[in-house]
């Protein structure tokens, strides 16, 4: 299994970026799909989540309608469309995949399968 994350890069305070997760070697429409970030001296935090059939989202309130996640099983692929971009949301940003709950689908702990990670750096 392999989920390889794409995208990241630097960018200036209220632009815009896109993130892709590629996986391979599962079925993608099994898994809830995740990003998560980690800013230096941080712990890994949720930044949103698809439901395995891509009905439901779920989004951490420091991102909510700004940051749009989406999926295409039929590529077996997670995007995360991040606009008006922060320099507090400059970190390395993580896809993962997991059978998870809804009462867990925030805690990364609950996700099986993690990409490599992408930075992400907005400047101010």
């Known amino acids: 299994v392999q989920l390889q994350a794409s995208g990241g890069g630097l960018v200036q305070a209220g632009g815009s970026l896109r993130l892709s997760c590629a996986a391979s070697?599962?079925?993608?429409?099994?898994?809830?799909k995740g990003w998560f970030r980690q800013a230096p001296g941080k712990e890994r935090e949720f930044v949103a989540a698809?439901?395995?059939?891509?009905?439901?989202?779920y989004y951490a309130d420091s991102v909510k309608g700004r940051f749009a996640i989406d999926r295409d099983n039929a590529k077996n692929t997670v995007y995360l469309q991040m606009n008006s971009l922060k320099p507090e949301d400059t970190a390395v940003y993580y896809c993962?995949?997991?059978?998870?709950?809804?009462?867990?689908?925030?805690?990364?702990?609950?996700?099986?399968?993690w990409g490599q990670g992408t930075q992400v750096t907005v400047s101010s």
């Open positions: 070697g599962l079925t993608f429409s099994s898994y809830t």
């Open positions: 698809i439901s395995r059939n891509g009905g439901s989202t």
């Open positions: 993962a995949a997991g059978r998870t709950i809804l009462s867990t689908l925030r805690q990364s702990r609950a996700y099986d399968y």
